[in-house]
């Protein structure tokens, strides 16, 4: 049985729900680092305290400038964001860790809510690689009608369950959206906002995330 469609309440109260999920943990970080400080350990404990902060500053930032371009409004109704920014701000929130984004994409300013679902197609290409691995950003086209390729290349790659799920249910799911599956679901809203068709496929051993006009 399908579920049904979250509310315009609903849904903004998951989005919310999710923003808070992805910085809670760094906040959380960056308190125990005051802590450590405020006891007033020796040297080595202070610089290991003052390490942790500005890596999960640097984190929480990161996650906060993503989540204000791919869920909220990041300009007026109609506005049009630099791609440079957008790649910028995808860079950071991917981060030098287990995985690695490359971008080979247009250049100039494209329509926000195209923005809007290129970043979230990102988000949902790290879900494919829960080993990491790399992420290569391809698009062609007008940017007034862009086409995006996102490919997933790393061990043990494999098809994001909720965004394949919801693609596959035309936007629904065998069960409730929940802060675990609002990212996927998010997406989908947005490609059908925008016009774009999504398909998830495989090349070899890669995921492939493909968004075409529709």
Known sequence: MQAAHPSDLELAALISSKICHDVVGPVGAI??????LDEGGDAEAKAYAMT?????TEQ??????????????????????????????SRGFVGNGKHKLHWSGLQGYMAKDRV????NLIANALSALPR?????????????????LLRCRGQGARPPAYLTEIIVGGGHASSPVDVLTIQAYYTWRLAEATGTHLEILKDGEDILLSAKPA
């Open 52 to 56: 942790v902060i500005r890596n999960v």
């Open 116 to 119: 809007k679902l290129l970043l």
């Open 60 to 89: 929480a930032s990161a996650k906060l400038q993503f989540n204000r371009f791919a869920f909220g409004a990041a300009g007026s109704a109609g506005a049009l964001i630099d791609l440079a920014t957008a790649e910028q701000i």
């Open 132 to 148: 990491g691995g790399d992420i290569t950003v391809s698009m062609s086209a007008p940017p007034e009608h862009p086409e995006f």
């Open 31 to 36: 308190y125990n680092g005051i802590e450590i």
